[in-house]
Protein backbone atom coordinates (compact mmCIF):
# COMPACT_ATOMS: atom_id res chain seq x y z
CA UNK A 1 0.00 0.00 0.00
CA UNK A 2 3.01 2.47 0.78
CA UNK A 3 4.77 1.60 -2.61
CA UNK A 4 1.36 3.11 -4.63
CA UNK A 5 0.72 5.69 -2.37
CA UNK A 6 4.29 7.26 -2.44
CA UNK A 7 3.65 6.67 -6.55
CA UNK A 8 0.38 8.64 -6.17
CA UNK A 9 2.63 11.55 -4.04
CA UNK A 10 5.31 11.20 -6.62
CA UNK A 11 2.61 11.81 -9.36
CA UNK A 12 0.60 14.77 -7.68
CA UNK A 13 4.51 16.40 -6.72
CA UNK A 14 5.34 16.19 -10.81
CA UNK A 15 1.61 17.62 -11.78
CA UNK A 16 2.92 21.01 -11.64
CA UNK A 17 5.69 20.42 -14.03
CA UNK A 18 3.27 18.46 -16.31
CA UNK A 19 1.05 21.40 -16.34
CA UNK A 20 3.93 23.91 -17.01
CA UNK A 21 4.23 21.20 -20.38
CA UNK A 22 0.84 22.33 -20.68
CA UNK A 23 1.35 25.35 -21.11
CA UNK A 24 4.06 25.42 -23.14
CA UNK A 25 2.52 22.96 -25.65
CA UNK A 26 -1.48 23.82 -25.48
CA UNK A 27 -1.33 27.16 -24.64
CA UNK A 28 1.51 28.50 -26.67
CA UNK A 29 2.42 25.25 -29.68
CA UNK A 30 5.76 25.53 -28.22
CA UNK A 31 8.01 22.40 -27.63
CA UNK A 32 9.95 23.39 -25.12
CA UNK A 33 12.80 21.34 -24.24
CA UNK A 34 14.15 23.29 -21.86
CA UNK A 35 12.20 21.39 -18.99
CA UNK A 36 14.58 18.25 -19.13
CA UNK A 37 17.56 21.25 -17.93
CA UNK A 38 15.29 23.50 -15.79
CA UNK A 39 13.84 20.63 -13.95
CA UNK A 40 17.44 19.60 -12.63
CA UNK A 41 18.85 23.04 -12.37
CA UNK A 42 15.62 23.45 -9.42
CA UNK A 43 16.88 20.19 -8.04
CA UNK A 44 20.50 21.62 -7.88
CA UNK A 45 19.60 25.09 -6.38
CA UNK A 46 17.34 23.76 -3.85
CA UNK A 47 20.06 20.64 -2.79
CA UNK A 48 22.79 23.37 -2.43
CA UNK A 49 20.13 26.45 -0.06
CA UNK A 50 19.34 23.30 2.02
CA UNK A 51 22.92 21.93 2.58
CA UNK A 52 23.58 25.39 3.54
CA UNK A 53 21.58 25.32 6.06
CA UNK A 54 18.83 27.55 5.31
CA UNK A 55 15.27 26.82 5.54
CA UNK A 56 12.96 25.04 2.88
CA UNK A 57 11.14 27.92 1.59
CA UNK A 58 14.24 29.66 1.15
CA UNK A 59 15.33 26.40 -1.65
CA UNK A 60 11.99 26.32 -2.91
CA UNK A 61 11.76 30.13 -4.16
CA UNK A 62 15.43 29.98 -4.88
CA UNK A 63 15.17 26.76 -7.12
CA UNK A 64 11.61 28.25 -8.78
CA UNK A 65 14.04 31.44 -9.85
CA UNK A 66 16.67 29.58 -11.37
CA UNK A 67 13.45 27.86 -13.67
CA UNK A 68 12.06 31.04 -14.65
CA UNK A 69 14.77 32.35 -15.37
CA UNK A 70 15.63 28.85 -17.98
CA UNK A 71 13.04 29.48 -19.42
CA UNK A 72 12.75 33.14 -19.80
CA UNK A 73 16.30 32.29 -21.66
CA UNK A 74 14.74 29.89 -24.17
CA UNK A 75 11.81 32.37 -24.70
CA UNK A 76 14.98 35.11 -25.20
CA UNK A 77 16.74 33.56 -27.93
CA UNK A 78 13.37 32.16 -29.91
CA UNK A 79 11.37 35.51 -29.78
CA UNK A 80 14.04 37.65 -30.35
CA UNK A 81 16.84 36.25 -31.81
CA UNK A 82 14.58 34.17 -34.25
CA UNK A 83 16.12 30.73 -33.26
CA UNK A 84 13.59 27.76 -33.69
CA UNK A 85 11.84 27.17 -30.48
CA UNK A 86 12.77 23.30 -30.34
CA UNK A 87 16.16 24.63 -30.80
CA UNK A 88 16.42 27.44 -28.52
CA UNK A 89 15.23 24.55 -25.79
CA UNK A 90 17.90 22.13 -26.67
CA UNK A 91 20.30 24.89 -26.87
CA UNK A 92 19.12 25.80 -23.10
CA UNK A 93 19.05 22.41 -21.93
CA UNK A 94 22.58 21.47 -22.99
CA UNK A 95 24.01 24.33 -21.38
CA UNK A 96 22.37 23.89 -18.15
CA UNK A 97 24.06 20.61 -17.71
CA UNK A 98 27.11 22.31 -17.07
CA UNK A 99 25.68 24.97 -15.07
CA UNK A 100 23.64 22.33 -13.13
CA UNK A 101 27.00 20.10 -12.61
CA UNK A 102 28.79 23.74 -10.93
CA UNK A 103 25.88 24.81 -9.09
CA UNK A 104 26.21 20.99 -7.45
CA UNK A 105 30.13 20.89 -7.35
CA UNK A 106 29.55 17.02 -7.90
CA UNK A 107 26.87 14.40 -9.89
CA UNK A 108 25.07 13.71 -6.26
CA UNK A 109 23.70 15.42 -3.15
CA UNK A 110 22.18 13.42 -0.56
CA UNK A 111 19.78 15.49 1.79
CA UNK A 112 19.28 12.95 4.54
CA UNK A 113 19.70 15.38 7.61
CA UNK A 114 18.52 18.90 5.78
CA UNK A 115 15.01 20.63 6.35
CA UNK A 116 12.34 20.30 4.09
CA UNK A 117 8.63 21.30 3.32
CA UNK A 118 7.15 17.80 4.37
CA UNK A 119 9.25 18.50 8.46
CA UNK A 120 7.41 21.72 8.62
CA UNK A 121 4.24 20.19 7.62
CA UNK A 122 3.56 16.69 9.25
CA UNK A 123 0.31 15.96 9.36
CA UNK A 124 0.53 12.11 10.62
CA UNK A 125 3.46 9.55 11.60
CA UNK A 126 2.93 7.71 8.30
CA UNK A 127 6.26 9.09 5.87
CA UNK A 128 4.68 7.79 2.81
CA UNK A 129 0.70 9.74 3.93
CA UNK A 130 2.40 12.42 5.13
CA UNK A 131 4.28 13.45 1.91
CA UNK A 132 0.46 12.59 0.05
CA UNK A 133 -1.22 14.70 1.86
CA UNK A 134 1.13 17.68 2.09
CA UNK A 135 1.34 17.28 -1.97
CA UNK A 136 -2.18 17.00 -2.49
CA UNK A 137 -2.76 20.38 -0.84
CA UNK A 138 0.09 21.86 -2.67
CA UNK A 139 -1.29 20.50 -6.12
CA UNK A 140 -5.01 21.73 -5.26
CA UNK A 141 -3.75 25.62 -4.39
CA UNK A 142 -1.64 25.70 -7.30
CA UNK A 143 -4.98 24.28 -9.62
CA UNK A 144 -6.74 26.84 -8.41
CA UNK A 145 -4.45 29.47 -8.88
CA UNK A 146 -3.89 28.26 -12.03
CA UNK A 147 -7.33 28.21 -13.09
CA UNK A 148 -7.96 31.68 -11.89
CA UNK A 149 -5.09 32.92 -13.53
CA UNK A 150 -5.85 31.78 -17.31
CA UNK A 151 -9.23 33.45 -16.74
CA UNK A 152 -7.59 36.70 -15.64
CA UNK A 153 -6.98 39.61 -18.35
CA UNK A 154 -3.34 38.44 -18.52
CA UNK A 155 -4.02 34.84 -18.82
CA UNK A 156 -6.28 35.18 -21.48
CA UNK A 157 -3.89 37.73 -23.26
CA UNK A 158 -1.47 34.39 -22.39
CA UNK A 159 -4.08 32.05 -24.26
CA UNK A 160 -4.73 34.09 -27.13
CA UNK A 161 -0.94 34.54 -28.11
CA UNK A 162 -0.96 31.07 -28.52
CA UNK A 163 -3.66 30.57 -30.55
CA UNK A 164 -2.99 33.77 -32.97
CA UNK A 165 -0.09 35.47 -32.79
CA UNK A 166 -1.46 37.94 -35.48
CA UNK A 167 -4.71 38.97 -33.99
CA UNK A 168 -2.80 39.62 -30.85
CA UNK A 169 -0.30 41.67 -32.54
CA UNK A 170 -2.74 43.94 -33.77
CA UNK A 171 -4.54 44.49 -30.67
CA UNK A 172 -1.55 45.69 -29.51
CA UNK A 173 -0.18 43.49 -27.31
CA UNK A 174 3.20 42.10 -27.61
CA UNK A 175 3.53 38.61 -28.80
CA UNK A 176 7.24 37.81 -28.00
CA UNK A 177 6.90 39.48 -24.21
CA UNK A 178 4.25 37.24 -23.65
CA UNK A 179 6.51 34.21 -24.91
CA UNK A 180 8.62 35.54 -22.13
CA UNK A 181 6.36 35.21 -19.42
CA UNK A 182 4.90 32.04 -20.87
CA UNK A 183 8.13 29.94 -20.81
CA UNK A 184 8.97 31.70 -17.33
CA UNK A 185 5.55 30.43 -15.54
CA UNK A 186 6.11 27.32 -16.91
CA UNK A 187 9.56 26.50 -16.31
CA UNK A 188 8.66 27.99 -12.68
CA UNK A 189 6.19 25.29 -12.09
CA UNK A 190 8.41 22.72 -13.42
CA UNK A 191 11.05 23.85 -11.07
CA UNK A 192 8.59 23.89 -8.07
CA UNK A 193 7.94 20.34 -8.77
CA UNK A 194 11.36 19.37 -9.16
CA UNK A 195 12.13 21.15 -5.61
CA UNK A 196 9.59 19.07 -4.29
CA UNK A 197 10.50 15.88 -5.58
CA UNK A 198 14.27 16.84 -4.83
CA UNK A 199 12.77 17.46 -0.36
CA UNK A 200 10.48 14.26 -1.23
CA UNK A 201 13.76 12.29 -2.40
CA UNK A 202 16.10 13.45 -0.20
CA UNK A 203 18.61 14.00 -2.78
CA UNK A 204 19.64 15.93 -6.31
CA UNK A 205 21.36 13.93 -9.26
CA UNK A 206 22.83 15.74 -12.32
CA UNK A 207 20.44 13.30 -14.31
CA UNK A 208 16.73 13.26 -12.59
CA UNK A 209 15.51 15.67 -15.35
CA UNK A 210 16.72 13.32 -18.59
CA UNK A 211 13.69 12.65 -20.18
CA UNK A 212 10.74 14.03 -17.51
CA UNK A 213 9.36 16.29 -20.76
CA UNK A 214 8.25 12.44 -21.88
CA UNK A 215 6.80 11.90 -18.91
CA UNK A 216 4.65 15.45 -18.57
CA UNK A 217 3.37 15.07 -22.21
CA UNK A 218 2.66 11.53 -21.78
CA UNK A 219 0.32 13.00 -18.64
CA UNK A 220 -0.75 15.74 -21.29
CA UNK A 221 -1.43 13.25 -23.82
CA UNK A 222 -3.38 10.99 -21.00
CA UNK A 223 -5.47 14.24 -20.23
CA UNK A 224 -6.56 15.21 -23.58
CA UNK A 225 -7.76 11.56 -23.98
CA UNK A 226 -9.63 11.84 -21.14
CA UNK A 227 -11.16 15.17 -21.79
CA UNK A 228 -12.58 13.60 -25.68
CA UNK A 229 -14.18 10.81 -24.07
CA UNK A 230 -15.48 13.02 -21.86
CA UNK A 231 -16.63 15.84 -23.92
CA UNK A 232 -16.03 18.56 -21.17
CA UNK A 233 -13.78 21.51 -22.69
CA UNK A 234 -13.43 23.90 -19.69
CA UNK A 235 -9.88 25.31 -19.05
CA UNK A 236 -10.30 24.29 -15.22
CA UNK A 237 -11.17 20.61 -16.97
CA UNK A 238 -8.35 20.17 -18.81
CA UNK A 239 -5.98 21.12 -15.77
CA UNK A 240 -7.48 18.56 -13.73
CA UNK A 241 -7.29 15.93 -16.65
CA UNK A 242 -3.99 16.78 -16.34
CA UNK A 243 -3.42 15.78 -12.85
CA UNK A 244 -5.23 12.47 -13.36
CA UNK A 245 -3.27 11.72 -16.43
CA UNK A 246 -0.12 11.85 -14.37
CA UNK A 247 -1.40 9.79 -11.19
CA UNK A 248 -2.28 7.29 -14.21
CA UNK A 249 0.49 7.11 -16.02
CA UNK A 250 2.59 6.97 -12.57
CA UNK A 251 0.49 4.17 -11.48
CA UNK A 252 1.08 2.61 -14.60
CA UNK A 253 4.78 2.34 -13.95
CA UNK A 254 4.70 1.88 -10.60
CA UNK A 255 2.75 -1.24 -11.51
CA UNK A 256 5.11 -1.76 -13.70
CA UNK A 257 7.94 -2.35 -11.24
CA UNK A 258 6.09 -4.04 -8.54
CA UNK A 259 5.39 -6.42 -11.60
CA UNK A 260 9.06 -7.52 -12.31
CA UNK A 261 10.19 -5.52 -14.40
CA UNK A 262 13.81 -4.60 -15.51
CA UNK A 263 14.15 -0.83 -14.12
CA UNK A 264 16.83 -0.36 -16.95
CA UNK A 265 13.68 -0.28 -18.85
CA UNK A 266 11.97 2.16 -17.63
CA UNK A 267 12.38 4.89 -20.14
CA UNK A 268 11.55 2.74 -22.91
CA UNK A 269 8.39 1.61 -21.24
CA UNK A 270 7.32 5.82 -21.14
CA UNK A 271 8.10 6.42 -24.29
CA UNK A 272 5.79 3.10 -25.83
CA UNK A 273 2.84 4.73 -23.43
CA UNK A 274 3.41 8.02 -24.56
CA UNK A 275 3.58 7.11 -28.04
CA UNK A 276 -0.05 4.62 -27.52
CA UNK A 277 -1.64 7.63 -26.28
CA UNK A 278 -0.29 10.09 -28.58
CA UNK A 279 -1.34 7.77 -31.53
CA UNK A 280 -5.27 6.39 -29.72
CA UNK A 281 -6.94 9.12 -31.86
CA UNK A 282 -5.84 8.16 -34.60
CA UNK A 283 -6.63 4.34 -34.12
CA UNK A 284 -9.88 5.72 -33.03
CA UNK A 285 -11.19 7.35 -35.99
CA UNK A 286 -9.75 4.22 -37.79
CA UNK A 287 -11.89 1.93 -36.13
CA UNK A 288 -14.96 4.06 -36.07
CA UNK A 289 -14.88 4.79 -39.59
CA UNK A 290 -15.56 0.71 -40.21
Known amino acids: MDFYLSAIALALATTMMAWGVYLSVRIFNLPDITTDGSFTLSAAITAVVLMNGNPWYIAVLAGIVGGVLAGMI ?4 HAWLGVNALLAGILVMTALYSVNLTVMGRSNIPLLETDSIF ?8 VYLNYFLVVFLIAAIVFFLM ?26 ISVNRMKLAGLGIA ?17 ADIN ?8 GLGAVMIGESLQKL ?7 FQLLMVLLGCVLFRLIM ?24 VSLPVFRKKFLAR
Open 187 to 203: NGLTAFSASLITQMQQF
Open 147 to 172: RWFLHTDFGLALRAAGQSEKMVATMG
Open 74 to 77: TAFI
Open 230 to 236: SGQNGIG
Open 119 to 126: IALEFTEN
Open 254 to 277: AFTLASGVDPNMMKLLNAVVVLLF
Open 208 to 215: MGIGIVIF
